[in-house]
């Protein structure tokens, strides 16, 4: 049975950071390529950076390059996003998906259930 558990979401002021952590189990971590996907209240879910199985960023959203980096420890099964100068446009539920698409379309792979992340202004 495959788990994903996202953690490390919470309240924080604009400017501010945040470091989300996603562990996966029941998968072939190391072989898995890995995403960060978030849904603001009301918009549609949107990419924000995914990684290859081999380290390789893929794909970052526009909107959080430069702020925004996302790492993988995989002798540890985790995914990590740092996200620093945090805007309130930033707030929404944090997604971790597993061997998902590596163009970071969403398309497949197992989901977590996510960590809210909230950037008051």
């Known amino acids: ?26 998968l072939r971590f190391a072989d898995s390529n890995l995403g960060w996907f978030r849904q603001a209240p009301g918009k549609e879910r949107e990419g924000v950076s995914c990684i290859t199985w081999s380290g390789r960023t893929t794909y970052i959203a526009d909107s959080v390059k430069g702020r925004f980096t996302i790492s993988r420890d995989t002798a540890k099964n985790t995914l990590y996003l740092q996200m620093n ?22 398309r ?6 996510g960590t809210q992340v909230t950037v008051s202004s």
């Open 1 to 26: 049975q495959v788990q994903v558990v996202e953690s490390g979401g919470g309240l924080v002021q604009a400017g501010g950071s945040l470091r989300l952590s996603c562990t996966a189990s029941g």
């Open 85 to 106: 100068s945090l805007k309130p446009e930033d707030t929404a539920m944090y997604y971790c998906a597993a061997g998902t698409a590596s163009d970071c379309s969403g």
């Open 108 to 113: 497949g792979g197992y989901w977590g259930q």
